[in-house]
T-cell receptor, first 115, second 121 residues
Framework: AQKITQTQPGMFVQEKEAVTLDCTYD???????LFWYKQPSSGEMIFLIY??????QNATEGRYSLNFQKARKSANLVISASQLGDSAMYFC????????????FGAGTRLAVHP | GAVVSQHPSWVICKSGTSVKIECRSL??????MFWYRQFPKQSLMLMAT?????????EQGVEKDKFLINHASLTLSTLTVTSAHPEDSSFYIC?????????????????FGPGTRLTVL
């Protein structure tokens, strides 16, 4: 069975500082994908970044980077130079090869960016 | 990116009535659509996986007779909450999967709709 764990219910960060949101996962699949989504108060799910299990380099997308440590089964999201608009819920998700590629989500981390 | 719409964006209904939520992929054909439910301050929980022209696959604990899913075309899936009760009040989100360009790789891209907030009185 696949499982995603986000142990930080809430995080605070000062504007312009960097913040790391933790995510660990468990799967028996050899090939899988890891995702991070942002959900603002409006409820929409905004895709941020993707890391494939066979990708050797950590994924980066603008201010977002994914610190992928396969041996430790962790896929932490790093947001650099935080902005007030980054305040939202952040979900880590995993997709395997089975079950029509369905996504399994972690519990989420609420990030608050302070001025 | 691809666009997925949901209708309605919010609905309030009386207990015992049925509510239909539509999920449409506007500019691509979706091989698979997924339905999620999200209670306040909680994560998204997958309810069912829907493939065009076939029966939906429900996750454990989800009543298929209560949450009817129809995937009539490659661009439309509907979720009907039958005989809704206050405990069914939730945020329902759909996503649509599209094959990656070139058909390569084992994965599809998945795009989320904006969600539907259901309140049952």
């Amino acid at each position: 069975a696949q499982k995603i764990t986000q142990t930080q219910p809430g995080m605070f960060v000062q504007e312009k500082e960097a913040v790391t949101l933790d995510c660990t996962y468990d799967t028996s699949d050899q090939s899988y994908g890891l995702f991070w989504y942002k959900q603002p108060s409006s409820g929409e799910m905004i895709f941020l970044i993707y890391q494939g299990s066979y990708d050797e380099q950590n994924a980066t997308e603008g201010r977002y980077s994914l610190n992928f440590q396969k041996a430790r089964k962790s896929a932490n999201l790093v947001i650099s130079a935080s902005q007030l608009g980054d305040s939202a819920m952040y979900f880590c998700a995993m997709r395997g090869l089975t079950g029509y590629n369905k996504l399994i989500f972690g519990a989420g981390t609420r990030l608050a960016v302070h001025p | 990116g691809a666009v997925v719409s949901q209708h309605p964006s919010w609905v309030i209904c009386k207990s015992g009535t049925s509510v239909k939520i539509e999920c449409r992929s506007l500019d691509f054909q979706a091989t698979t659509m997924f339905w999620y439910r999200q209670f306040p301050k909680q994560s998204l929980m997958l309810m069912a996986t829907s493939n065009e022209g076939s029966k939906a696959t429900y996750e454990q604990g989800v009543e298929k007779d209560k949450f009817l899913i129809n995937h009539a075309s490659l661009t439309l899936s509907t979720l009907t909450v039958t005989s809704a009760h206050p405990e069914d009040s939730s945020f329902y989100i759909c996503s649509a999967a599209r094959r990656l360009a070139g058909g390569g790789g084992p994965y599809n891209e998945q795009f989320f709709g904006p969600g539907t907030r259901l309140t049952v009185l």
